[in-house]
């Protein structure tokens, strides 16, 4: 049964098992809170679990939560970001995971929000193991998919972008 309003207490009690209880026992709790709070509240738990599983069980675990709840509706821009800059800390980052955390984000974000198709292309051009040539089709894809509001925000981004003054 989903309770609406239950998340503060979930948000409690995962951190109170944390501090108190086995790896086991919180991984536990965390999969248990998915399917109790409201689908729009377990957002935040899959935000929460996915910092926890890194900080407790580092780059291994975090990739496989993120694998179990990446088709998991519904998610959040910082869900995506927050595995992108887990990524990012590696020593050896992969251009690859990237591009699936990237491309990930965009199915579900990528009609609202600019910044994201700008992050991606800025990721492409200064990886090591970026592609800049993937850039055009980015930006092409960004015009193709991005709300009507969105468009010039990215095209005016974009410039500044090119001419290096972001």
């Not at 709790?29 to 407790?56: C, F, G, I, N």
């Not at 990237?102 to 991606?120: I, M, P, Q, T, V």
């Not at 960004?142 to 500044?160: G, N, P, R, W």
Request: with cysteine; proline share 3%.
């Amino acid at each position: 049964m989903q309770n609406l309003g239950t998340l503060p207490l979930w948000t409690l009690w995962v951190e109170w098992s944390e501090v108190t209880n086995s790896k086991e026992d919180t991984e536990a709790l965390y999969q248990r809170s998915l399917h109790a709070v409201a689908p729009a509240e377990s957002v935040t738990m899959k935000e929460k679990y996915l910092d926890w599983a890194y900080r407790s069980g580092g780059y291994k675990k975090v990739r496989r939560v993120f694998t179990s709840l990446h088709e998991s509706r519904p998610l959040s821009l910082d869900f995506f970001r927050k595995m992108i800059e887990i990524e990012k800390e590696q020593e050896s980052c992969k251009m690859l995971h990237l591009r699936e955390y990237y491309e990930r984000a965009l199915r579900e974000f990528g009609s609202a929000d600019s910044d994201l198709w700008l992050e991606y292309i800025k990721e492409e051009l200064s990886h090591p193991q970026g592609k800049p040539e993937n850039s055009a089709s980015i930006h092409w894809r960004a015009m193709k998919m991005l709300q009507e509001d969105q468009v010039e925000d990215f095209i005016s981004k974009y410039t500044l972008l090119q001419t290096g003054h972001i």
